[in-house]
């Protein structure tokens, strides 16, 4: 734990003052933003939100950007109603509310995800994307589900999948430098790990200066020095989704 008054220091970052141009939905038993590019495709990305849960403005900004380069994105709430973690709660808490949303456990909810992907909306080839906890949360669907083709873990906390490294799909993990939820040696460690253990396309990039949730958590137009690798983060997510989807 980087502080033990604070085990996941999150700040919200820089909410994003954004309405979104999808819309949202039922699928099965739980909710979800969608948004469709205009032109078909049968290519979809899920979005697996942070602790703040599936209506941050700050996802719904990246899963408009995917759609915008031609995916269908749907970012459902993993958290099955239960409240999303909120600024202003007490830290001293997290402990005891992030047991109650544990991402190795979202496989129903996936399932139910890619039923509606395949069957609402024709996609045949699906990939994932997660931030923070969500990053995480893909950590072990690419180790669990044999349905999807890729995945894309940003800063998603190591340390829930220590020994677990034999992946079934190509997975990019982005990092940031100076990230006080995930210290530099848990990378170094990961990358080892996966290096022995790892028969598919991987890749571990750390992001120079960045701390946790750079890529979707800062605004590159009022965050000047950060702006090269927020935009480089958020290219080489679209580029690694295009290469494998």
Known sequence: MANESRPC??????????????????????????????????KAVIVIHDIFGWQLPNTRYIADMLTTNGYIAICPDFFVGQEAWKPSNDWASFDDWVKTRDAGKIDKEVDVVLKYLKDQCGAKKIGVIGFCWGGAAVQHLMLKNPHLKTGVSIYGVIRRFEDKHSLLHPTFFIFGEKDDIIPLEQVTLLEQKLKQNCKVDYEVKIYPGQTHGFVHRKREDINPQDKPYIEEGRKDMINWLNKYL
């Open 9 to 42: 220091p999150c700040d919200i970052g820089d909410r994003f003052d954004y309405g979104g141009r999808g819309q949202e939905v039922q699928v099965g038993h739980i909710k979800a933003y969608v948004c469709k590019p205009s032109a078909s495709t049968d």
